[in-house]
């Protein structure tokens, strides 16, 4: 059964798409393979190869699209969340502050 149980204003759409993850913090600047696990119109969730990523950190995100029909995808964000889920890799969380 559906339920809508997280009281979020907009629903998430399942994705699990492969993407791209441009970071820009105070290390460096490096682009990392990803998976968008999903998207709503405000924020996605991504599985980043990275032990953490810390909150506040501004990333883009390119997915790009497999099909003609729809356009690829290309958004500025901001970490809110950051889930461990290896040693090795984390599930982040953005909200997105701007769609290209």
Known sequence: MLGYD???NFFRMMV???CQVQINDDES???LQAVCKDISATGMSLEVDEPSVE???EVKVSIE???SQIPSLS???TVVRCVQESENSCII???I???K
């Open 6 to 8: 997280d009281k979020r």
């Open 16 to 18: 699990n798409s492969p």
């Open 29 to 31: 600047s490096r682009t």
């Open 55 to 57: 909150l506040g950190t």
């Open 65 to 67: 699209s497999t099909s």
């Open 75 to 77: 958004a500025s964000a």
């Open 93 to 95: 969380g953005v909200e």
């Open 97 to 99: 502050s701007e769609m």
